[in-house]
Nanobody, 122 residues
């Protein structure tokens, strides 16, 4: 069992930065790939970024490439999503998830956090 708790969301202006954190409980954190998804009002939850178990590989949605950076610290059971040059279209609830399978497919995730709100004003 893995429990995930996101933090770091907030209200910012266009061009600002935020760093989201996802803290995991349990001793099996390192055995999971980790991903971030986001959901805007009235839209489907979409993939944002994912990272392999040992941080060797990272994957990003085209909409955030070059602006977001995903990292993890297995010793601290935490993943970090650094978000720079934020845009209004980045607004949504950001969810952290853990999966043993595909990072980009929402249906393969075993565990989810409760989400943290990110609002970018224009």
């Amino acid at each position: 069992q893995v429990q995930l708790v996101e933090s770091g969301g907030g209200l910012v202006q266009t061009g600002d930065s935020l760093r989201l954190s996802c803290a995991a409980s349990g001793r099996t954190f390192g055995s999971y790939k980790m991903g971030w998804f986001r959901q805007a009002p009235g839209k489907e939850r979409e993939f944002v970024a994912g990272i392999s178990r040992s941080s060797v590989s990272t994957f990003y949605a085209d909409s955030v490439k070059g602006r977001f950076t995903l990292s993890r610290d297995n010793a601290k059971n935490t993943v970090y999503l650094q978000m720079n040059s934020l845009k209004p279209e980045d607004t949504g609830v950001y969810y952290c998830g853990a999966t043993s399978l595909s990072l980009t497919s929402r249906s393969t995730y075993d565990y989810w956090g409760q989400g943290t709100q990110v609002t970018v004003s224009s």
